[in-house]
């Protein structure tokens, strides 16, 4: 049977909005206990909880908590590393409470931390002196949280931690030498986010667990130290972008060593506790990943010849390493393969998948491949993106058509977009849409000059590479020059209401949470980014006529085409003050628009019934505005002025 001809969009798909978010899990934060591998779940179907997974040498799986227990931290708001396990014994960040629980082989969580307003990340247990030193977050006072080390007694802590470190604005990645004799850990200041100034300390610790001889070893404001760890010859290994790339170093003999020089990345922005992309698999054999335009590898560093062996796989997004009894653990992800819980045997090379996070089966007939493009930008300028072009087995449009185009703007904006299998993108493509994701400047994964470019120029260079690269798409005769979309969550949000404030390029866009106030943005904020704007913009409050310049909220001239907003009510990043304020005033300018709110959600949606819904009213909003009928039954959204 031929395929069956149809306009583009209109395309039947069999990955619906439901089966991709029920057959879905978010996948992370992998370790070994002993022979154990573990990982972290997060359950869209259990409305976001996230849950420790174990899987036994035996290969028996299982959860280590029961609900209604959920591992996540709030430092930072962004959270990460909320659990660590020694010897079968759990310690972990409960989100309802944000207290610190223990769980013993056979027992329930048991909590360790008191009732106050105090949050708790990035574990590292002390065996020796039976503590945890980890990052506390303390909302007790009035302004802004203080941020810490604290070592917490492991059999119980009323006090809520002993400070070890403190007096900077920002402390992260505490972790102690194999002789629990040293203390390597993270800090940094306001203005700085940790991806642009990071410095790396080093002290000794006495038996008692204080600090002395504190210094700061690498790292500085023109450069971010990231992801310390010790070999088991207690040799400190780093990352830094001293020269203009995160590269792998160690701190010998007073000095910091580059161990591979590469223009490539073996690090990412640091929005979240305890990312990290190497692992010991050896005394002397490391294990990294690195990216290069976007395009993660594997590989094994010899620290004694500084010889880098590659190791071939079909993966192309490659995260979150652990090593143990010659197996690698790893996140891994491909173009055709969901995120995955991946171990490697690395003297066989055998790979084995513990974990798949979506049970999709990936039909290559409706899958579309991210196809790596760069194109010119503004001021002689060059972006990076994935495209996805259309792709269904079973339907063809008629042969003088061409796809609207979708193009995503992702958040940070300091993150990156890459090409491995996403549900999300391929519930757009099997329907008949293009989709460009842009790697715009300011993106991670291109080196510190691309970072920084976005430097002052938020909401100017990143709106022109999206602008840019859907132009480039219409010269190249891939998408319908008419019909071109824009839409981002977060700071992608942001990018997606200045192109439609400040262009005319775009004929309809989607914001998520996104922002449309800098003023607000920049007093109502927490406190990881409560200074971010000043790079992106310029310093608060001297720059207010710029932060106003650049807000679409006082741009409503510039609109002139249709847009819907989705909103968490808890959104503590972008309140929903801020959507709320920018549907009113686009539906007083009578253009058409819409607004979702979900109450409970927060920066980001975790609820199956919440993403489900985003997904399917946003292809409903598309189908009115570019005139074409949907093969999917879904609900309607109220949109205004239309």
Known sequence: MGRRQAPFGSWASPQS??????????????????????????????????????????????????APFNARSRVHEYGGAAWSMHDGVLFFSHDADQRVYRVDPGMAPARITPDAKLRFADFCFDASRNLLWCVR????????????????RCDGDADGGRVRVEGSDFVAAPRLSPDGRRLA????NHPDMPFFACEL????VDDDGALHGARCIAGGRDEAAQQPMWSSEGELLFVSDRSGWWNLYRWHEGEAQALCPMDAEFGEAPWVFGQCSHAFVAPRRLACSFAQQGISKLAVLDLDTLRLEHIDTSFTRIGNLAAQGGHLLFCGAS???????????????????????SSIAVDPGFTSVGEAIRFPSANAQTAHGFFYAPCNADFAAPPD????????????????STNDYKAGIQYWTSRGFAVLDVNYRGSSGFGRAYREALDGQWGVADVEDCVHGARFLVRRGDVDGARLAVRGGSAGGYTTLCALAFHDS?????????????????TDTHKFEARYLDRLIGPWPAARELYRA???????AGFNCPLILFQGSEDKAVPPEQSRRMHAAVKSKGLPVAYIEFEGEQHGFRQAPNIVRALEAEAYFYSRVFGFELADTVGPVAIDNL
């Open 17 to 66: 909005a439901q089966q991709a978010v029920a057959a879905g899990v978010g996948i992370g934060e992998t370790a070994f206990d002993r022979d154990d591998a573990l990982w972290l779940e997060q359950r869209p179907s259990e409305k976001g909880r996230s849950v420790v997974v174990r899987r036994r040498a035996d290969g028996h799986t299982e959860d280590l908590f029961a």
């Open 335 to 357: 173009p055709r393969m969901p995120a995955s819980v991946c171990r490697l045997d690395l003297d066989s090379g055998a790979v084995e998948v513990l974990r798949q996070g």
């Open 401 to 416: 058509e061409k796809p609207p185009l979708l193009v995503l703007s992702h958040g940070g904006p300091t993150s990156i």
């Open 550 to 556: 650049r807000s679409p909220i006082h741009h409503l």
């Open 137 to 152: 977050e303390d909302h007790r006072g009035d302004g802004e949280p203080r941020n810490s080390l604290v070592t917490l």
């Open 201 to 204: 300390w080093l002290a000794d």
């Open 506 to 522: 775009f004929h309809c866009g989607c914001s998520r949470y996104g922002i449309g106030d800098l003023e607000t943005l920049a």
């Open 185 to 188: 850990w993270l800090r940094w």
